[in-house]
Every structure is written in C-alpha cells, then in structure tokens.
C-alpha cells in the first residue's frame, strides 16, 4: 500500500451521488471526482464520529459503477495529466470517480477487503502510519473522542473552553485543533494528555487504528 501525495477533489458528498441527473454526469465526462471516506461500521453508531454503514457503502458502490469509470487513483491522476490514455484501459468520454480512504481506521480492514476481492473495487487509502500498531487514534480525533466524555462543564485555564453542550464540545475541539497544530508531536501528545487529566472523560469509547498486518492483508486483497 502506497502513500500518496494528490490533489483530492470532493465535487458531491455521497449523499448526493445518487441524485446525479444525464445532464450533470455529462458535464462530468473527461473529469476525475474523488470521493473520500473515512470510518465504517457494522450497524453500531459512534458518538461522535460519523460511519458509514457498510451496508451504505455497498449500495453506494453499486451506483457509482452504472454512473462512472471507478479506477485507481493514480491511474485517474495520469489520464488528467496525459501520461496515460483512455487506450491504455480506459472508458472515453464517462466521468472517472476514484474511490479513496483517510487515516486508516482499525474498521477499514473488515469494511474493504472483502469488497476489493469480491467487485474488483480499486480503493487508495491514505495512512497515518504513526498510529499503526500503536492502538492510539490521530491526534485530532482523540482530541474529539476526549472532550466528547468529558465529565465537567469547562476545560480550565490556560484554555478556557466550555463544554456544557454538545455544540461548545465541537468549537472547543474546533479551536484545540488550531492551536495545537503548531506543536511538534511531542509536545502536542503532552498536551493532550493534560487536556485528557483535565477533562476527566468517563465512559471513554474510541477506535482503533489499523495494524501492519491488517495493511498487508488489504494490499494483497489489491487496495493501495
């Protein structure tokens, strides 16, 4: 499995592929549409990130075949760029989609092995590899997984942050995020081991990210 670096376009979320009319495909033709996931699940939901049912997923792929050409992303970047053609394999004229996955979820494994050997679906997922093996999450999502479970109503100086709702939780982690992004590892890990001390989650759910051997597995069954 291959980490690369590629322009991403999202032109529609998956909620909207299905309602795609003959006109809006056409003016698709000739163009590549990257549609990015993230997390799945097996009909349990989390609490505060979004999965997308496998079930869903499914559905969505079965769709997508009949509206476009689903190719391997790299293969879709280089017949943008010219240095591969529609005569290499290619569908002239049908709107290319590629089919992508972010961070590399412990979930990812169970979702998309069985699909990629099952439909021949071509799938790029894009690792954080500092997490795997490790069974930490990338920092942004413990950030939100923390501050999710916090058991009080104020994140104390030096930051100040409330969070008796919901709403203030996600602006609270909106701006932890911006502030610490300027951290080197280290020290942003320190800190958000003190946001953790502080906050005093309870009933703490997370996920896990992928292993080594889950990512050869899903690069044998052919994801990239």
């Not at 494994?109 to 069974?135: E, I, K, M, N, W």
């Not at 999710?148 to 030096?158: G, N, R, T």
């Not at 100040?160 to 280290?186: V, Y």
């Not at 003190?194 to 994801?223: F, H, N, S």
């Amino acid at each position: 499995m291959k980490l690369r670096a590629a322009t991403k376009e999202l032109r529609y979320g998956a909620a909207h592929v299905a309602g795609f009319s003959r006109l809006a495909r056409s003016r698709l033709a000739e163009t590549l549409t990257v549609l990015t996931y993230h997390s799945f699940d097996d009909g349990d939901a989390h609490p505060y990130l979004f999965r997308m049912p496998v079930s869903r997923l499914e559905e969505q792929v079965t769709y997508l075949r009949s509206a476009f050409e689903i190719v391997d992303l790299e293969d879709g970047v280089n017949r943008m760029t010219g240095t591969q053609t529609d005569s290499q394999g290619g569908s002239p004229g049908r709107p290319m989609l590629a089919i992508t996955v972010d961070d590399g979820y412990g979930d990812n494994h169970a979702a998309l092995v069985s699909l990629a050997r099952r439909s021949q679906l071509p799938v790029t997922v894009f690792l954080a590899t500092d997490y795997l093996d490790t069974g930490r999450l990338p920092w942004p999502t413990r950030i939100s997984s923390v501050l999710h479970f916090a058991s009080v109503d104020e994140l104390d100086a030096p930051y100040g942050l409330p969070l008796r709702t919901e709403a203030e939780r996600i602006r609270a982690g909106q701006l932890l995020r911006q502030k610490l992004s300027c951290l080197d590892h280290g020290d942003r890990d320190l800190a958000i081991a003190e946001i953790e001390q502080m906050v005093r989650p309870e009933g703490l759910q997370t996920l896990k990210p992928l292993t080594w051997d889950q990512v050869r597995d899903m690069r044998d069954a052919g994801i990239r």
